[in-house]
């Protein structure tokens, strides 16, 4: 069963930092892109970024653009995403998917909150 | 890049067909044959219904068809059903190397 686990969400201030994991079972993360995907409350998803297999091609939204870093360790079947000077606005629930087809995201994890505020 | 548009809300009856639209631009939903549409349930997470366009995952109901005509992409849920009240997003690749999402449709089963 493909299962996606992400962590790392906290409430943090505005200008902060936090680095999101996402760990897969089930598959070979080296055989799939992956993505990001965050939805504000009460608010439609987002697509935020993605990554290709091997991690040569990477992909941005641009409000994050600068800001967000997105990577992989396909050895240990995860993906990251480093989150730095943090804005209100980027305050939602962060998913990790796997991309089976050209969408922005195909098998997405429950996610985990980040709220940026003072 | 600028979210696709979508109307806010569609009814229909059990049994009857609703279809739902998304507008883009020639950048995204009129340059790619990647549209997609998906379903999202309150508190859950959105699923997959329909991606390239027109073509269904395993396991999703053939009730679920998709088309584009132009900067118009179109979901059609036929033989309405009260489980597929749900919000209903559309989402394109776009000449950026990007996904853009729709602004949503609430979908009410009267």
């Known amino acids: 069963e493909v299962q996606l686990a992400e962590s790392g969400g906290d409430l943090v201030q505005p200008g902060g930092s936090l680095r999101l994991s996402c760990v897969a079972s089930g598959f070979m993360l080296s055989n799939h892109w992956m993505s990001w995907v965050r939805q504000a409350p009460g608010k439609g998803p987002e697509w935020v970024a993605n990554?290709?297999?091997?991690?040569?091609?990477?992909h941005y939204v641009d409000s994050v653009k600068g800001r967000f870093t997105i990577s992989r360790d396909n050895a240990r079947n995860s993906m990251y995403l480093q989150m730095n000077s943090l804005r209100a606005e980027d305050t939602a629930v962060y998913h990790c998917?796997?991309?089976?087809?050209?969408?922005?995201?195909?098998?997405w994890g429950q996610g985990t909150l980040v709220s940026v505020s003072s | 890049q600028s979210a696709l548009t979508q109307p806010a809300s569609v009814s229909g009856s059990p049994g009857q067909s609703i279809t739902i639209s998304c507008t883009g631009t020639t950048s995204d939903v009129g340059g790619y044959n990647y549209v997609s549409w998906y379903q999202q349930h309150p508190g859950k997470v959105p699923k997959v219904v329909i991606y390239d366009v027109s073509s269904r995952p395993s396991g999703v109901s053939n009730r679920f068809s998709g088309s584009k005509s132009g900067t118009t992409a179109s979901l059609t849920i036929s033989g309405l059903q009260a489980e597929d009240e749900a919000d209903y997003y559309c989402?394109?690749?776009?000449?950026?190397?990007?996904?853009?999402f729709g602004t949503g449709t609430k979908v009410t089963v009267l």
């Open positions: 989402s394109s690749f776009t000449s950026s190397a990007i996904y853009v």
């Open positions: 998917a796997r991309n089976l087809w050209a969408t922005p995201g195909d098998d």
């Open positions: 990554i290709k297999q091997d991690g040569s091609e990477k």
